[in-house]
């Protein structure tokens, strides 16, 4: 059903490769800029200066800081959590690894308090592509169960350790929001698996998000075609690299060149040529009108605009480019308290837009 003329309106500009955009409950925006700074969006646009507090990051190629989300509570208990590349000491010196942490944002807004490390990745590698790093807080019955996913990506050259269950790597892992290990995860006990795995085969997941039913959806970034849509549940295999609705950069075939294999998902939806997608949002409002309730919004960074996905029964039924096109590389799409969706676009002077109708 076709919805409302769209125009993006500037909330903010002068951000250095903003990575995600969370809503304070003031009416602010608090936004992680890759780098490795983390900042506070004010009243008429104004960057707040970073905040204090945040551990060191490795910023080379796509790491740095990434996703950050706020606890379900943070009115009351001003509790968050980002992840980010986190760089090597020691023997691990110059490999890197996606790592998630908790934190209170202070009283005056300035700093990071009580910082935690709830998850390091094993193993770490001396790479700087496909962390992954998007957070979601589980929500069952319309009410957190105390634990977190968060998307892993496979670090690109070692794409066979996403369906290796004793490696971190190409999972989705979900802990608890205190680092502990939720006793039904689908591999608990398990000694030829790593606890906190959720769902494998995945290869570089930069969208997550609950839909209205409280599943997890996401997606993730295929190899030149094959970006791919999927609802992960506890235990499953999503395939990467053995399928994949995709081809090596350059051509040619990866592994058999297979696209099913008995006991791996089908992805819900796939684009072929690849969209390079990144940031997505139900729209749960009334914003833009009936039609689009529902719907799944999902940021392309590759052809700079946004795609709508009508969902009917936890299934894709059809997909349209929306209007207008951005000309920037969308990074992050959210649904604000306010119904309109929110944008970042990823450059050196990336933007904050509100997506609203035409008059």
Same mark, same amino acid.
């Given at each position: ?16 490769? =903003? ?29 707040? =200066?970073?905040?204090? *507090?945040?551990?060191?990051? $490795? ?5 740095? @800081? ?14 968050? %959590? ?12 110059? /490999? ?22 709830? +998850? ?31 998307? @892993?990506?496979?670090?690109?050259? +070692? ?6 269950? /004793?490696?971190?790597? *190409? ?10 290990? =939720?006793?039904?995860?689908? +591999? ?5 698996? +790593?606890? #906190? ?22 997606? !993730? ?23 994949? %609705?995709?081809?090596? %950069? ?14 791996? !998902? ?53 997909? #349209?480019?929306? !209007? ?13 308290? $306010? ?8 450059? =050196? $002077?990336?933007?904050? @837009? ?6």
């Amino acid at each position: 059903m076709a919805g409302p003329a769209l125009s993006p309106h500037i909330v903010a500009e002068g951000l250095e490769h =903003p990575w995600a955009l969370a809503f304070l409950p003031d009416g602010r925006f608090l936004v992680t800029e890759r780098p490795g700074r983390m900042r506070i969006v004010q009243a008429g646009g104004r960057l707040g =200066p970073p905040l204090r *507090g945040l551990p060191a990051v $490795d910023a080379r190629g796509q790491g740095g @800081l990434l996703d950050v989300v706020l606890d379900s509570d943070f009115a009351r208990n001003r509790r968050l %959590y980002f992840c980010y590349s986190e760089p090597g000491i020691s023997a691990d010196r110059g /490999k890197s690894g996606t790592a998630l942490a908790s934190a209170r944002l202070s009283d005056d807004g300035s700093a990071l308090e009580q910082v935690k490390t709830l +998850f390091a990745p094993r193993p770490r590698y001396d790479s700087t592509l496909h962390f992954g790093c998007r957070i979601v807080e589980r929500m069952v019955d319309g009410r957190s169960d105390g634990t977190l996913f968060l998307t @892993l990506g496979e670090r690109s050259s +070692f794409k066979e350790e996403a369906q290796n269950l /004793k490696s971190h790597l *190409g999972k989705i892992v979900r802990v608890g929001k205190d680092g502990s290990i =939720p006793r039904d995860n689908p +591999f608990a006990g398990r000694r030829d698996a +790593f606890p #906190e795995i959720w769902s494998y085969g995945h290869r570089n997941p930069q969208g997550a998000t609950l839909a209205p039913d409280g599943s997890l959806w996401m997606h !993730e970034h295929g190899p030149q075609g094959g970006d791919e849509v999927n609802r992960p549940e506890p235990g499953r295999n999503h395939g990467w690299p053995v399928i994949t %609705y995709g081809e090596n %950069y350059g051509g040619g075939s990866i592994g058999a060149g297979i696209t099913h294999k008995d006991g791996m !998902e089908q992805p819900l939806y796939q684009w072929t040529p690849s969209i390079a997608p990144s940031g997505m949002a139900f729209i749960t409002s009334d914003r833009y009108g009936p039609g689009w309730k529902g719907s799944l919004v999902v940021g392309s960074l590759k052809f700079q605009r946004l795609e709508r996905l009508s969902i009917r029964d936890g299934k894709v039924t059809s997909a #349209e480019t929306l !209007e207008p096109r951005l000309g920037q590389r969308v990074r992050d799409v959210r649904q604000g308290p $306010d119904g309109w969706l929110y944008v970042l676009t990823d450059s =050196p $002077d990336g933007q904050l @837009l509100r997506i609203a109708t035409t008059p």
